[in-house]
Nanobody, 128 residues
Framework: QVQLVESGGGLVQAGGSLRLSCAASGRKFSDYPMAWFRQAPGKEREFAAGISWGGGRTSYAESVKGRFTISRDNDKKMVYLQMNSLKVEDTAVYYC?????????????????????WGQGTQVTVSS
């Protein structure tokens, strides 16, 4: 298992930016794909962005493509989500997640069930 702690959420106006961070500890972080999911009130948890173990492959939900950027620093055991041009509909709790399997291939519509470790979440609120 890997332990994950998110930070960087907050309140921002529409059009603004935020950078989320996820600090990992535990098993060998660099071997596993990582992702960010989000969950708005009354809605199911949905995939936002994913990154392969080495960082060479990334994927994004259509709703965030072109606005969000996922990255990782394996030396520091960190994953980041840079969010630009934020919209009111981006309001949600954002979760960092580590793949349950090293072999998971990051795609455009990842299933939460493929991720075995989760952080506690960080709230992002975008006001109009």
């Amino acid at each position: 298992q890997v332990q994950l702690v998110e930070s960087g959420g907050g309140l921002v106006q529409a059009g603004g930016s935020l950078r989320l961070s996820c600090a990992a500890s535990g098993r060998k972080f660099s071997d596993y794909p990582m992702a960010w999911f989000r969950q708005a009130p009354g809605k199911e948890r949905e995939f936002a962005a994913g990154i392969s173990w080495g960082g060479g492959r990334t994927s994004y939900a259509e709703s965030v493509k072109g606005r969000f950027t996922i990255s990782r620093d394996n030396d520091k055991k960190m994953v980041y989500l840079q969010m630009n041009s934020l919209k009111v509909e981006d309001t949600a709790v954002y979760y960092c997640a580590a793949a349950a399997s090293m072999g998971l291939r990051i795609g455009i519509d990842m299933n939460p069930g493929d991720f075995g470790s989760w952080g506690q979440g960080t709230q992002v609120t975008v006001s109009s």
